[in-house]
């Protein structure tokens, strides 16, 4: 059988925006390949140049719809604009969304936009360092924009919106009576707001109930230089899309310029570190603990000994030191 091609000599080819090579590049990430950690060292050595824009909200309320009519007007000024989308139900791979209105086919055949689906099973807790390097791979590639979608349900998916440089909640009318991120949780992680389906006629009370909202907990957060906006949006006519990109642009200028923007970047970087470390604990913990595992549960099923003895059991002289 031939030799699968080595990430090494993927490199040059994901770099020249190759989609084949960025594509198996995102797949060994996800796959916490080690043979690709040389390759995936030399994309974050170079990237750093693109807008990272975390898109969060509840489920059903546009974000899809949202990411592809943004795209879609990104893309009119010739930027490249890379969408991961940590949501298997988001309808990426074809079809169409909103009628006629978007047509998705013109966002997948389009070079200048590359679509990756995360997998939210099997990544096992390695979603954010695999969503993450797959950002990586776009940005050193000189995708201008990369977009990642996570649905605002859920600490690890909430996680990686966060660790974009611009996150934009969603929130839309005709999903209950209250604002949802406010349920959710998620209304304070805002840089910007948006109020989706704006076309709708019950729109409006949305976007006053989400701005009373904010008035009301303005005197609790400390601004610290950014106010985060509301803008509403209609991806079935188009309306607040203009406003949208102003205010990521603004925003993207604020991160890259103030002190505040500067302490944000040195979170993400640590965010990123600490999931890694985690995910490489875990590996190395279950490869080192297979064995015990087994017979200690057992035990513990048996009820012979309790959880904490067999947790205990299962950590005592574990050796945590690299294996690959
Ligand atoms: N009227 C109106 N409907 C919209 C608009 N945007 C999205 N929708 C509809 O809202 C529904 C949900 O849209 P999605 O974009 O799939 O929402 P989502 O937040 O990505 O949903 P999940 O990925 O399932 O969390 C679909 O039926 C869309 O057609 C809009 O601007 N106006
Ligand atoms: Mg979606």
């Not at 059988?1 to 925006?17: E, F, I």
């Not at 719809?65 to 009119?76: D, G, H, I, Q, Y």
């Not at 995708?143 to 974009?164: H, L, P």
């Not at 949802?180 to 704006?198: F, N, T």
Request: with cysteine.
């Amino acid at each position: 059988m031939a030799q699968p091609v080595s990430s090494d000599s993927l490199l040059p080819r994901a770099l020249a925006s190759d989609n084949a090579a960025m594509a198996r590049l995102m797949s060994r990430a996800e796959a916490s390949s080690s043979e690709c950690r040389q390759a995936m060292a030399q994309l974050y050595a170079k990237a750093g140049r693109a807008h990272v824009i975390g898109i969060t909200g509840v489920p059903g309320s546009g974000k899809s719809t949202l990411v592809s009519t943004l795209t879609l007007k990104l893309r009119a000024s010739g930027k490249r604009v890379g969408i991961i989308a940590v949501d298997p139900s988001s309808p990426y791979s074809g079809g169409s969304i909103m009628g006629d209105r978007i047509r998705m086919s013109e966002l997948v055949n389009d070079e200048g936009v590359f679509i990756r689906s995360m997998a939210t099973r099997g990544a096992q807790g390695g979603m954010a360092r695999a969503s993450l390097e797959a950002v990586d791979v776009l940005d050193a590639a000189g995708f201008e924009y990369v977009i990642i979608e996570t649905v605002g349900v859920g600490q690890a998916e909430v996680e990686i919106a966060r660790a974009a440089h611009t996150v934009v909640v969603v929130s839309a009318p005709g999903l209950g009576d209250d604002i949802q991120a406010i349920k959710a949780g998620i209304l304070e992680i805002a840089d910007i707001h948006v109020v989706s389906k704006c076309d709708r006629s019950d729109a409006n009370r949305t976007i006053g109930d989400l701005k009373n909202m904010l008035t009301m907990g303005m005197s609790l957060v400390p601004g610290g230089g950014w106010n985060a906006p509301v803008v509403p949006t209609s991806s079935a006519n188009g309306e607040g899309f203009e406003k949208l990109i102003e205010c990521l642009d603004r925003h993207g200028h604020y991160i890259r310029t103030t002190d505040a923007g500067r302490q944000r970047v040195r979170r993400i970087a640590e965010f990123r570190m600490l999931k890694t470390a985690e995910d490489l604990l875990h590996q190395r913990f279950l490869a080192a603990r297979q064995s015990t595992l087994a017979n200690v549960s057992e035990q513990l099923a048996q009820r012979l000994i309790s959880p904490y003895q067999a947790a205990e059991r299962l950590l005592d002289g574990v050796n945590l030191e690299k294996t690959s």
